[in-house]
């Protein structure tokens, strides 16, 4: 009887020994997904969504790159179309509530430079849990009619080097990058911009 209660014992020290290194482990991995998750530098605001080894940023006066993505209504658009215009192209994503600030700000923008603005908001899809229907009903609630455009795999983001949510890049009407914002826009700002470079 005293050998089955020593072997029962050390089976049951061997199991909590075993969960232990994985919880262990487990702790470790996530510390280390979590560094690599890169913040907005310091006094710049925003949700991180990229490696800490992404690359350095596009640089100012250079051509803003090229791409074309679908829209909410299934019709693809490419950034060069817009050239004539001021454009905000604007990377955001539902879960992001430094974007929800500026939405209605960007909305009344585009509205009150009509014409001479374009905003594009390029949705990070690839970091959506709820895909399109989720982006589609956001927009809708919001009454938002800037165009939204649907990166699902991470492309733009990619291209654009962008390091976190919201980041805005602005271009000019002859296609070259003249700001780059990290953070939130304010109206001040956009205005700002905008009377800069009509």
Not at 5 to 22: K, Q, S
Not at 144 to 158: C, I
Not at 160 to 187: A, Q, S, W
Request: charged share 20%.
């Amino acid at each position: 009887m005293m050998k089955k209660i020593i072997a029962a014992a050390c089976m049951l020290g061997l199991v909590l020994a075993l969960g232990v290194t994985i919880w262990d482990a487990n702790q470790d991995e996530s510390k280390t997904s979590s560094s690599e998750t890169m913040a907005f530098p310091e006094g710049e605001e925003g949700a991180g969504i990229v490696s800490s080894n992404a690359p350095e940023q596009l640089e100012i006066g250079e051509n803003a790159p090229d791409f074309t993505l679908e829209n909410l209504q299934g019709e693809l658009t490419s950034l060069s179309m817009y050239e004539g215009k001021i454009v905000f192209l604007n990377f955001w994503a539902t879960w992001c509530d430094y974007c929800k600030e500026e939405m209605p700000i960007m909305e009344s923008i585009q509205s009150e430079y009509k014409g001479d603005v374009h905003v594009i908001a390029v949705n990070a899809l690839n970091s959506e849990l709820d895909g399109v229907n989720k982006v589609k009903n956001y927009i809708n609630q919001g009454g938002y009619t800037f165009e939204v455009l649907l990166d699902r795999e991470g492309s733009v983001v990619n291209q654009y080097r962008v390091v976190g949510l919201p980041t805005t890049f602005v271009i000019d009407k002859e296609g070259k990058l003249i700001e780059t914002k990290l953070g939130p826009m304010t109206e001040e700002y956009m205005q700002g911009v905008i009377e800069g470079n009509l």
